[in-house]
């Protein structure tokens, strides 16, 4: 059986043919993350704040059964149309989608799987995937973790949404041998707020310091991923106390409506989404753009450093 069909945007293939700087781009918060239309104009502002770092953005999807890396503005409306009735596609879920020749937005895990095997080092999304509150119970714990462990990409993200157990997600990371790197942080931040009150050890102020241990982590053998933690500008930060509220009940929701799998996640981002106001969302698009652009100067360093000859 071949490989599936892999269509790369001809702007992402000069720019990654000329050693050029590239930040790759998640779908699934197009699809399952928000709703229509903000979903489609948070992924062309996030594009644009790429593009304004200096960057190629290279969004990431499964369309009509190929790996599709790099979007077109409508691709990107069509992806955003189709919403949660597109696929939600892990690395697990590749293989029998792309068979069938159908659509999908790409988690966290199945974006780093592919902007790997096309060479593309840096991708900025909201929060990455954890182990999951009762995870002791259910084992529902994300695919994103396993892929950090092996693939290499870095992933700049606001930390992880307090709907997972921060806590055991960095134990996690720990065990699987995966750099957490702060951004002008000491503590790793919990999405829609500054801190989840757990230290990070590696503080860094300038991207450049952060691109150098990318690098440097890359060539060391069997090296997975990278976490970037880039907490939320402030100006757009939600109250810790109530974030903690609305989520304990939307995980209890969860439970009792006897919701499993691959249906949590987008099922507690809109029962946040609702109690909220749809603050939620304001903050969501804010810290992701804020990732984009710290993802670009991130990429714009390291493909400086990739052109210096080592000494
Ligand atoms: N976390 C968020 N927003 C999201 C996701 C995670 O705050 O939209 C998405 C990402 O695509 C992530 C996926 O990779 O959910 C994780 O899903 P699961 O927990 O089912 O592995
Ligand atoms: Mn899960």
Do not use: W
Request: charged share 20%.
């Amino acid at each position: 059986m071949s490989r599936p069909p892999l269509m790369i945007d001809p702007r992402v293939a000069r720019a990654l043919e000329a050693g050029a700087p590239v930040v790759a781009l998640e779908s699934t918060i197009i699809t399952h993350g928000m709703p229509f239309p903000q979903n489609f104009e948070t992924a062309l502002a996030v594009e644009a704040a790429v593009r304004e770092g200096g960057a190629q953005p290279a969004t990431i999807a499964i369309l009509d059964g190929g790996l599709a890396v790099g979007l077109t503005p409508e691709d990107l409306e069509r992806l955003a149309r189709i919403g949660s009735a597109a696929a939600k596609a892990s690395r697990r879920d590749v293989a029998a989608v792309t068979v069938a020749g159908g659509t999908a937005g790409t988690t966290v895990a199945t974006t780093m799987q592919i902007a790997e095997m096309v060479g593309i080092s840096i991708f900025a999304t909201g929060g990455i995937g954890g182990v999951h509150r009762g995870a002791e119970d259910s084992f529902d714990i994300s695919a994103d973790l396993v892929e950090l462990a092996r693939t290499q990409v870095a992933v700049v993200c606001a930390g992880a949404k307090s709907i997972l157990d921060i806590p055991k997600t960095l134990e996690m990371l720990e065990t699987k041998g995966v750099p957490v790197l702060g951004y002008r942080t000491d503590d790793f931040p919990a999405f829609y707020v500054r801190s989840s009150g757990e230290p990070v050890e590696y503080r860094y102020e300038e991207p450049e310091q952060i691109a150098a241990v990318i690098k440097r982590h890359f060539v060391l053998d069997g090296s997975g991923g990278v976490v970037v933690a880039n907490p939320i500008p402030e100006a757009h930060a939600l109250q810790t106390k109530e974030v903690a509220t609305i989520i304990e009940t939307a995980v209890a929701e969860a439970a009792q409506s006897g919701i499993s799998g691959k249906d949590v996640t987008p099922y507690l981002l809109q029962h946040l989404f609702e109690r909220t106001d749809g603050r939620s969302l304001d903050a969501n698009i804010a810290l992701v753009k804020n990732n984009a652009r710290l993802a670009a100067e991130i990429s714009v360093a390291l493909a400086e450093l990739r052109r210096t000859p080592p000494r």
